[in-house]
T-cell receptor, first 113, second 110 residues
Framework: GAGVSQSPSNKVTEKGKDVELRCDPI?????LYWYRQSLGQGLEFLIY????????KSGLPSDRFSAERTGGSVSTLTIQRTQQEDSAVYLC???????????FGQGTRLTVV | GENVEQHPSTLSVQEGDSAVIKCTYS??????FPWYKQELGKGPQLIID?????GEKKDQRIAVTLNKTAKHFSLHITETQPEDSAVYFC?????????FGTGTSLTVIP
């Protein structure tokens, strides 16, 4: 596609349920980041994938959060046993290579009720 | 790790006036400084960036300046228009990690 695509655009889930958020990066981009943006706040780094290297998971807030990137392309962010404090917009960004322009998706707005 | 501070958090200007947003960073190894504009309900989009070997860069009404010694960089928007109203984020990067500022909500009053 022409840009980074995220799905779903909105997700409402009950506390305690698991959710999966999907990111389709720009074809050929080797770097992929996930960020969390709480209401009116900045971008909180979650996890980074670069090619076939081991991901940098240093930003994941708890072991309920995990992510994978299959075949160096599509990435899925999974939140297990969701809590109300997980409510936020989750943004995915891809880069052609490291330390270059980030192309962001439109985000997934997660609401935990 | 890197620490990026951004000021002000909110900014209102009259249409046609200039707007300036400032960021400071802590790690002298940072060498790439992009600025992003985020409109309501959308993901951030790059509007201008600068690398550490350059002191200033301009693109029409937008300019960015970098002072490596003082570790600060600024976004300048001239002749502001209502469509410039958005949240602006600065970032500093030294390789794998991008460190974002907390954002500035800019309102241009017609």
């Amino acid at each position: 596609g022409a840009g980074v695509s995220q799905s779903p655009s909105n997700k409402v889930t009950e506390k305690g349920k698991d959710v999966e958020l999907r990111c389709d990066p720009i074809s050929g981009h080797t770097a992929l980041y996930w960020y969390r943006q709480s209401l009116g706040q900045g971008l909180e780094f979650l996890i980074y994938f670069q090619g076939n290297s081991a991901p940098d998971k240093s930003g994941l807030p708890s072991d309920r959060f995990s992510a994978e990137r299959t075949g160096g392309s599509v990435s899925t962010l999974t939140i297990q046993r969701t809590q109300q404090e997980d409510s936020a917009v989750y943004l995915c960004a891809s880069h052609q290579t490291r330390n270059t322009e980030a192309f962001f998706g439109q985000g997934t707005r997660l609401t935990v009720v | 790790g890197e620490n990026v501070e951004q000021h002000p958090s909110t900014l209102s200007v009259q249409e046609g006036d200039s707007a300036v947003i400032k960021c400071t960073y802590s790690d002298s190894a940072s060498n790439y400084f992009p600025w992003y504009k985020q409109e309501l309900g959308k993901g951030p989009q790059l509007i201008i960036d600068i690398r550490s070997n350059v002191g200033e860069k301009k693109d029409q009404r937008i300019a960015v300046t970098l002072n490596k010694t003082a570790k600060h960089f600024s976004l300048h928007i001239t002749e502001t228009q209502p469509e410039d109203s958005a949240v602006y984020f600065c970032a500093a990067s030294m390789g794998n990690q991008f460190y974002f500022g907390t954002g500035t909500s800019l309102t241009v009053i017609p």
